[in-house]
């Protein structure tokens, strides 16, 4: 399974990106998808997940309530709305699959992982 995402950029404080991630070489629609972030200095965290069927979801507490994950699995996709996004967003932000039931949130979990998008908001 091949893992890329796009969407990453540079915003003020305040603002929004979309992330999208696109999973390809395998059946992705079957694939609980996930997303994480290292920010420099700092271990990679658990951002965001989702199921296969798409209709069970989990956050970090940091994020919760300004990100969204929604998925599509006609194209294998999966995106990240980031709203109301501060300095401390700033990060590395990884796509991930995993090969599991239900809902995970340890990166170790996951078995295949993109090379990330960057995402930098100045204050």
């Known amino acids: 399974v091949q893992v890329s995402e796009s969407g990453g950029g540079s915003v003020q404080a305040g603002g929004s990106l979309r992330l999208s991630c696109a999973a390809s070489?395998?059946?992705?629609?079957?694939?609980?998808m996930g997303w994480f972030r290292q920010a420099s200095g700092k271990n990679r965290e658990f951002v965001a997940m989702?199921?296969?069927?798409?209709?069970?979801?989990r956050y970090a507490d940091s994020v919760r309530g300004r990100f969204t994950i929604t998925r599509d699995n006609a194209q294998n996709t999966v995106h990240l709305q980031m709203t109301r996004l501060t300095p401390e967003d700033t990060a590395l932000y990884y796509c991930a699959v995993g090969v599991f039931d239900g809902v995970r949130l340890i990166e170790s979990e996951y078995d295949y992982w993109g090379q990330g998008t960057q995402v930098n908001v100045s204050s």
């Open positions: 989702i199921n296969w069927r798409g209709q069970r979801t």
């Open positions: 070489g395998g059946t992705g629609a079957d694939y609980p």
